[in-house]
T-cell receptor, first 112, second 118 residues
Framework: QKEVEQDPGPLSVPEGAIVSLNCTYS??????FMWYRQYSRKGPELLMY????GNKEDGRFTAQVDKSSKYISLFIRDSQPSDSATYLC????????????FGTGTKLQVIP | GAVVSQHPSWVICKSGTSVKIECRSL??????MFWYRQFPKQSLMLMAT?????????EQGVEKDKFLINHASLTLSTLTVTSAHPEDSSFYIC??????????????FGPGTRLTVL
């Protein structure tokens, strides 16, 4: 069993739609939960991170963590064509110089 | 945010040759850098942790004699793929932890190096 499971998609939505991306994990020691965005043949860039359970909002993006269910989500409101990319969830046990475990990424396409 | 560069961005080599990939932190110092490998439609897999002035720490299953890591300065780590074979063809990405934000040490990723071994 993989430590982090993520549906690879692809996910295709019309512009303006609400997008929901999800990951499940098995390691209960994970405390930091991140979402990265990766454009084709580029390195990932951090979108948001959350410590422990709860919600976090940043503009059109909302991250949710439910540690009891080992389930995390990223919601994108009013999706734009520029949001088209691969979204990777990632997790780590500590917040320092830590090993990060990534999901496989979900490829998102927002159609104008 | 902080910037991490990689060179080259892509390389094609013949089977059996060695290839060196550089990872640089441009505007900050990094005593630790991470090397990842990403196969198509798969997640980033951590290969090794590069530590300035000391030996790298390799993940289970990664051959340390095949993937040589040198972290000679606070801004440069190199990954050398020795005696490369077609199965080593992949996207190699490095990252370096930057400033701490709210207890989390954000990692900054390089743009990656696409290696193709013929």
């Amino acid at each position: 069993q993989k430590e982090v499971e993520q549906d690879p998609g692809p996910l295709s939505v019309p512009e303006g739609a609400i997008v929901s991306l999800n990951c499940t994990y098995s390691n209960s020691a994970f405390q930091y939960f991140m979402w990265y965005r990766q454009y084709s043949r580029k390195g990932p860039e951090l979108l948001m991170y959350t410590y422990s359970s709860g919600n976090k909002e940043d503009g059109r993006f909302t991250a949710q963590v439910d540690k009891s269910s080992k389930y995390i989500s990223l919601f994108i409101r009013d999706s734009q064509p520029s949001d088209s990319a691969t979204y990777l969830c990632a997790m780590s046990v500590s917040g320092g110089y830590q090993k990060v475990t990534f999901g496989t990424g979900t490829k998102l396409q927002v159609i104008p | 945010g902080a910037v991490v560069s990689q060179h080259p961005s892509w390389v094609i080599c013949k089977s059996g040759t060695s290839v060196k990939i550089e990872c640089r932190s441009l505007d900050f110092q990094a005593t630790t850098m991470f090397w990842y490998r990403q196969f198509p439609k798969q997640s980033l897999m951590l290969m090794a942790t590069s530590n300035e002035g000391s030996k790298a720490t390799y993940e289970q299953g990664v051959e340390k004699d095949k993937f040589l890591i040198n972290h000679a300065s606070l801004t440069l780590s190199t990954l050398t793929v020795t005696s490369a074979h077609p199965e080593d063809s992949s996207f190699y990405i490095c990252s370096a932890p930057g400033q701490v934000r709210g207890g989390y040490n954000e990692q900054f990723f390089g743009p990656g190096t696409r290696l193709t071994v013929l």
